[in-house]
């Protein structure tokens, strides 16, 4: 199984952009999909973003659609997110997550607390 660790947050302002990594040790990183999610204090976590294993295949959040990109580099064992123009309600605590069976549409509406692996979190503020 992966360990992850999520890098990158800090303090914007509203309109900045951010690139958030989520690096992976341990074995078979390629078999994992990864993806983001983020929680804000007092609220639910919500889905961001995922990519397939393969890197070809990538969904996103409704809200997050056009803003954010994710993408991955097996050679590296990373997977960034791409954020721009954020806005003050997207401050939160971002995470990564990685799956080796779960599909990539149920990452969207399935419950999140089934994933394998979890990383411990990285803050992203945003301030207006």
């Known amino acids: 199984q992966v360990q992850l660790a999520e890098s990158g947050g800090g303090l914007v302002q509203a309109g900045d952009s951010l690139r958030l990594s989520c690096a992976a040790s341990?074995?078979?990183?390629?078999?994992?999909?990864v993806g983001w999610f983020r929680q804000a204090p007092g609220k639910e976590r919500e889905f961001v973003a995922v990519v397939s294993w393969g890197g070809d295949t990538a969904s996103y959040g409704d809200s997050v659609r056009g803003r954010f990109t994710i993408s991955r580099d097996n050679a590296e064992n990373t997977v960034s997110l791409q954020m721009t123009s954020l806005k003050p309600e997207e401050a939160s605590v971002y995470y990564c997550?990685?799956?080796?069976?779960?599909?990539?549409?149920?990452?969207?509406?399935?419950?999140?607390?089934?994933?394998?692996?979890w990383g411990q979190g990285t803050l992203v503020t945003v301030s207006s």
């Open positions: 997550a990685a799956d080796r069976s779960t599909l990539l549409p149920t990452w969207r509406t399935g419950d999140y607390r089934r994933l394998e692996v």
């Open positions: 341990g074995r078979a990183f390629f078999s994992y999909a």
